[in-house]
């Protein structure tokens, strides 16, 4: 079975925000539960301060690869349909293609890692769980801890020429890792 089943999937009403961002939310059943993923460096915001919203990433596995890949798939061939309505001009798949961005990073060393989006506290804050599923705080090392995320793609943001999926890490299951020794 398919990590996300796209017949049940729709985009919403194309939005801007007062600052000119554009987004355009994922209508249905749109949670992603990958099991449990490493978490490759601290979660941190884009200019590095202390902020409530940052990226996480993780290292995917081959099937957390192909069930992101098959979305974009998806996600490219829906855009190319409505492009006019969505991104202002008629485009081909394979142009709405080069201009995707993929959740999928591949680093100049060759590892792959997939990025996602988590707020520390407020609304829409990730709801951490211990292995006995209770609440519990955050981890204070995201690098010795197990994670087994629950992710909802919120939709698709559009800026200048480039779009993407948003990933937002919803809820995280946390353990305890144990420290390997390297050699």
């Known amino acids: 079975m398919p990590a996300f089943e796209t017949s049940a999937l729709t985009f919403g009403d194309l939005c801007s925000s007062g600052k000119g961002a554009k987004t355009v939310p994922l209508l249905g059943p749109n949670t992603y539960s990958p099991g449990e993923l490493r978490v490759l460096w601290e979660p941190k915001s884009f200019d590095g301060t202390d902020q409530n919203r940052v990226s996480i990433s993780f290292s995917p596995t081959s099937d957390v690869e192909a069930d ?19 991104l202002g001009q008629e485009l081909t798949e394979a142009q709405v293609g080069d201009r995707f961005v993929s959740a999928l990073k591949t680093s100049e060393k060759g590892f792959r890692s997939l990025r996602a989006k988590m707020n520390f506290t407020g609304r829409n804050g990730v709801q951490c769980w211990d292995q006995n599923k209770q609440k519990r705080e955050l ?8 994670v087994t995320p629950i992710f909802r793609v919120k939709g698709l943001w559009i800026m200048s020429r480039e779009m993407g999926l948003l990933f937002e890490m919803e809820h995280a299951q946390i353990g305890e890792a144990k420290a390997e020794c390297p050699f």
């Open 68 to 86: 992101v890949l098959d979305l974009e798939k998806w996600v490219i061939a829906r855009l190319s349909v409505d492009s006019r309505k969505y």
């Open 139 to 146: 981890p204070d090392d995201w690098l010795c801890s197990s």
